[in-house]
């Protein structure tokens, strides 16, 4: 199983709202990414965990929250976001980095958020 | 982090050879070059990756030039559902960081 799914496809919110996005793999990665994807653009990277640790936080805004529950499953939540945080969120997995290693990342299809 | 340039768009007609080429002049000696491509409506996927040496797989070759400063990503036969949005990448072997360049548009065909 080569697969990593995101949950919902879609997701319409207003600016006070809370919602979560979710991401599964069951490929063992321990590694997991989240991107941030607007339309014509390339993805931009936000969040790594690494382990279930939190890696690297690109400087994004604290509307934004990540969570890795598990090695399988992570998660972002979303608080009081902007109409400009509307894009397509994209989730990663692969194996972790070790000494002289590359891993390839495996994308997701993503979830379109739409801001209102 | 280096960076990389790429064409916007190219066109091939299908069943052709498609040559798509990558700039990177900043590489550093620790950087991996990767193409990942993103068909309409999905997440991207992984082509292909090398460090010094041509590379061939499945899916593609990667030519690397001798002072790495530019590379090729070369799709043999090109078919309707190799229409895509084609990145070229540098990562430091070091680093989780991918940073996707512009990426080429690739129109193809029939």
């Known amino acids: 199983d080569t697969e990593v799914t995101q949950t919902p496809k879609h997701l319409v919110m207003g600016m006070t709202n809370k919602k979560s996005l979710k991401c599964e793999q069951h490929m063992g990665h321990r590694a997991m990414y989240w991107y941030k994807q607007k339309a014509k653009k390339p993805p931009e990277l936000m969040f790594v965990?690494?382990?279930?640790?939190?890696?690297i936080n690109e400087s994004v805004p604290s509307r934004f929250s990540p969570e890795c529950p598990n090695s399988s499953l992570l998660n972002l939540h979303l608080h009081a976001l902007q109409p400009e945080d509307s894009a397509l969120y994209l989730c990663a997995s692969s194996h972790p980095k070790t000494s002289g290693s590359i891993y390839e990342q495996y994308f997701g299809p993503g979830t379109r958020l739409t801001v209102t | 982090d280096a960076k990389t340039t790429q064409p916007n768009s190219m066109e091939s007609n299908e069943e052709e050879p498609v040559h798509l080429p990558c700039n990177h002049s900043t590489i550093s000696g620790t950087d991996y070059i990767h193409w990942y491509r993103q068909l309409p409506s999905q997440g991207p996927e992984y082509v292909i990756h090398g460090l010094t040496s041509n590379v061939n797989n499945r899916m593609a070759s990667l030519a690397i030039a001798e002072d790495r400063k530019s590379s090729t990503l070369i799709l043999h036969r090109a078919t309707l559902r190799d229409a895509a949005v084609y990145y070229c990448i540098l990562r430091d072997y070091g680093t989780y960081k991918y940073i996707f360049g512009t990426g080429t548009r690739l129109k193809v065909l029939a």
């Open positions: 965990y690494s382990y279930e640790k939190l890696s």
